[in-house]
T-cell receptor, first 109, second 115 residues
Framework: QQQVKQSPQSLIVQKGGIPIINCAYENTAFDYFPWYQQFPGKGPALLIAIRPDVSEKKEGRFTISFNKSAKQFSLHIMDSQPGDSATYFCAAGNTPLVFGKGTRLSVIA | DGGITQSPKYLFRKEGQNVTLSCEQNLNHDAMYWYRQDPGQGLRLIYYSQIVNDFQKGDIAEGYSVSREKKESFPLTVTSAQKNPTAFYLC??????????????FGPGTRLTVL
């Protein structure tokens, strides 16, 4: 009940493409769904977050889509750039957060 | 500058030694967390504390110990009982609020290597 399943493990896209990373959770009590971006050797940084009372949230080129009935949420990166190459983690819950295992994204020029 | 500091950035330990990783925050956050990161394993919770003088085990607490004597400090001790301690250790903090956007801030991490 506490797992968050994230896919794919790795993703390679061309510059300008729209990578999509998916997460699924089991615990219906979870009420906060953030995405974190991590560069090698650094701590993760919050990218964008959503609560279950909305189905979509956009911040710049990053969009979260949330499907409460399916217990799934996803991250879309519009017009991806080589600088977006990083590992992305979804999380769910409140305190403590439960993290997915991460997706390594490579954006190639 | 508000944030979380972890020290040292790199730490080398001989087998059988205990080591303590430092985590300090000046964000006035109530809750603090320790995670371990291994390649392909994501972030696994070791211990967390929601208030001073109280803490709870996470998913992989065996071989680790913590203390929370001050709100701003949450040190992690990796004991000799931890069988495979080589990893990247991350400290985080937040102010948990039900119904809110509880941004969790991470420190820069400590990379521990057992020689």
């Amino acid at each position: 009940q506490q797992q968050v399943k994230q896919s794919p493990q790795s993703l390679i896209v061309q510059k300008g493409g729209i990578p999509i990373i998916n997460c699924a959770y089991e615990n219906t009590a979870f009420d906060y769904f953030p995405w974190y971006q991590q560069f090698p050797g650094k701590g993760p940084a919050l990218l964008i977050a959503i609560r279950p009372d909305v189905s979509e949230k956009k911040e710049g080129r990053f969009t979260i889509s949330f499907n409460k009935s399916a217990k799934q949420f996803s991250l879309h990166i519009m017009d991806s750039q080589p600088g977006d190459s990083a590992t992305y983690f979804c999380a769910a819950g409140n305190t403590p957060l439960v993290f997915g295992k991460g997706t390594r994204l490579s954006v190639i020029a | 500058d508000g944030g979380i500091t972890q020290s040292p950035k790199y730490l080398f330990r001989k087998e059988g030694q205990n080591v303590t990783l430092s985590c300090e925050q000046n964000l006035n956050h109530d809750a603090m967390y320790w995670y371990r990161q291994d390649p392909g394993q994501g972030l696994r919770l070791i211990y967390y504390s929601q208030i001073v003088n109280d803490f709870q085990k996470g998913d992989i607490a065996e071989g680790y110990s913590v203390s929370r004597e001050k709100k701003e400090s949450f040190p992690l001790t990796v004991t000799s009982a931890q069988k495979n301690p080589t990893a990247f250790y991350l400290c985080a903090s937040t102010n948990p609020r039900r119904g809110g956007y509880n941004e969790q801030f991470f420190g820069p991490g400590t990379r521990l290597t057992v020689l």
